[in-house]
């Protein structure tokens, strides 16, 4: 297949664009494959990717239920950053942002990754003290953090309401590595460099049901027929309790609802990505203009990628609190999306109970970001039967070894995190 | 939205209530073991479908409730107070 240039894109214009090809191929499913990553997002294409290009194992499928990049992949606020307390997670989130710094080169796709900045306000001594913790953390560990006092916050983000009447700003954690990437082109960008070394990616097959024999995975059931594999990789955010039930066991995840929004699209206003401390919020410009923002959780358990009007309005309230010029502004549209919630707020990239079945799931509201770590690290731990160190400490047995990786501190509540 | 009818105060928009968990989890006997525990704390059915979850009415009576709820098109099809018996439909 052709590569993607700017020369390629000079040359497809005088020749009145008719050389393109389909990004990836319309696969359909064969008897058996070496590895079936399920789940067509981001993270899944992300897995077989990585399997084929780091592992050299490229008799892969990849099965999705709808379309590719139709679910939390296409759902979320494209926010990237590797801004955590815990060495556990800093060190994985740091070896995504590395990927995702070079990922227009090794897949050959435009991501529209833009390193533009992610400042976490703070608006009280102890906020600033924890933020100052964080990132001293961070710097201890090689990632980079400056601490930013007010002017420094006025300058880089001017549209912030400093004086705010009941939650004055102080200074915010700025991470200036981290940004925003297009969500759709990032699950793009991976089907076509998975499917050019050979992977098959087959849309509109759905798993009905796992082959299980002798505590080890044989294969799937799906609307498409039976497809074996020896090796079968989760990536299925917000669906994995009802796939890991099809294969006999539970798992510490409940799925939660999380809205995000956009609004009319507007003149460049905030060229950095910007936090709320007081309340939940955070918010970004696209290429297009739109402010795209999101807060917290609905607060209850939903499979049905719908949120609800009280949380809109919370939202719509904690991004006026920060920034009262928001209240001109029209939204534009508003989506959910399903999120593995799990009990400490930490992700799993492990084996499971089921010999030859892995996961990469519990991603919460925070999987973006991850996704080429997330596909890398599930990868080896695919390819090895073991995990890299950088998710080892990501196993779903963690709370039995009292390992918790609760960045927040809110105990086990998977609503709260 | 969500409209809840609490047994004690009427039907009630859900911003009055705060959601608490799957009402289905038992609590073991203490001598029961870290399995059971380990359980009990952490592993969820997680069903796409009803599930009878514990609903505090913060906003009104305060009281913890359970609801039979549908995870996927949120209908509430019942409420009772805490020690009343509420069981989700088979499949």
Not at chain 1, 65 to 70: E, I, S
Not at chain 1, 137 to 143: A, E, F, K, T, V
Not at chain 1, 171 to 188: K, M, P
Not at chain 2, 42 to 63: D, I, K, M, S, T
């Amino acid at each position: 297949m052709a590569r993607y240039s700017g020369l390629r894109v000079l040359t497809e214009g005088l020749r009145g664009n008719s050389g393109w090809k389909p990004a990836w191929r319309k696969a359909a499913p064969r008897p058996s494959y070496d590895v079936i990553v399920v789940g067509g997002g981001g993270h899944g294409l992300a897995t077989a990717f990585y399997l084929a290009s780091v592992h050299g194992i490229t008799n892969v499928a990849v099965v999705e239920r709808g379309l590719v990049g139709q679910g939390n992949t296409g759902r979320n606020t494209t926010i990237v950053r590797s801004n955590y307390l815990f060495p556990e997670n800093n060190h994985f989130y740091e070896h995504a942002l590395k990927l995702w710094e070079g990922l227009e080169q090794s897949l050959n796709y435009n991501v529209m990754m833009s390193q533009r900045g992610v400042i976490n306000l703070f608006h009280n001594d102890a906020q600033r003290n924890a933020a100052l913790r964080r990132g001293n953390s961070m710097r201890l560990n090689g990632i980079d953090a400056e601490l930013l006092d007010r002017d420094g916050v006025k300058a880089m983000c001017p549209i912030v309401d400093l004086d705010n009447g009941r939650y004055p700003v102080m200074g915010g954690l700025l991470q200036r590595r981290g940004g925003t990437a297009r969500h759709d082109a990032v699950a793009w960008g991976f089907a076509h460099a998975a499917d050019a070394r050979g992977v098959d990616i087959i849309e509109h097959c759905e798993v009905t049901g796992m082959i299980v024999e002798g505590g080890a995975i044989q294969g799937l059931r799906t609307t498409r027929g039976e497809i074996r594999a020896p090796k079968v990789g989760l990536a299925v955010a917000g669906s994995t309790s009802t796939l890991t039930a099809m294969a006999g066991f539970d798992v510490p995840i409940e799925t939660h609802l999380l809205q995000a929004f956009v609004s009319e699209g507007l003149k460049p206003l905030i060229d950095c990505v910007v936090t709320f401390g007081a309340g939940h919020f955070y918010v970004s410009q696209s290429d297009k203009g739109g402010l795209v923002f999101g807060g917290g959780l609905d607060g209850y358990p939903s499979y049905g990628q719908r949120g609800t009007l009280p949380t809109a309005e919370h939202v719509y309230a904690a991004g006026v609190s920060m920034i009262p010029a928001l209240g001109r502004l029209r939204g534009l549209r508003s989506w959910a999306g399903v999120m593995d919630m799990t009990p400490d707020g930490s992700p799993y990239i492990c084996k499971t109970p089921v010999r030859g079945l892995y996961m990469t799931a519990g991603w919460c509201y925070g999987g973006f970001k991850a996704t080429p770590g997330s596909g890398w690290c599930h990868a080896w731990t695919i390819a090895k039967d073991a995990p890299h160190r950088l998710n080892a400490a990501h196993t779903l047995d963690r709370f039995r070894e009292g390992r918790m990786l609760d960045e927040r501190g809110n105990g086990p509540f998977f609503w709260a995190q | 939205m969500l409209r809840i009818p609490c047994p004690h105060c009427g039907a009630r928009d859900e911003v009055e209530f705060t959601y608490r968990g799957d009402a289905t989890v038992a609590r073991p006997a203490p001598d029961a073991g870290t399995d059971a525990f380990h359980d009990y704390l952490y592993l969820r059915r997680n069903p796409r479908g009803w599930q009878v979850e514990w609903w505090q009415h913060h906003g009104g009576c305060r009281a913890f409730l359970k609801v039979l709820r549908h995870t996927v098109t949120h209908e509430v099809r019942g409420v009772v107070t805490a020690t009343g018996a509420l069981e989700a439909p088979q499949a």
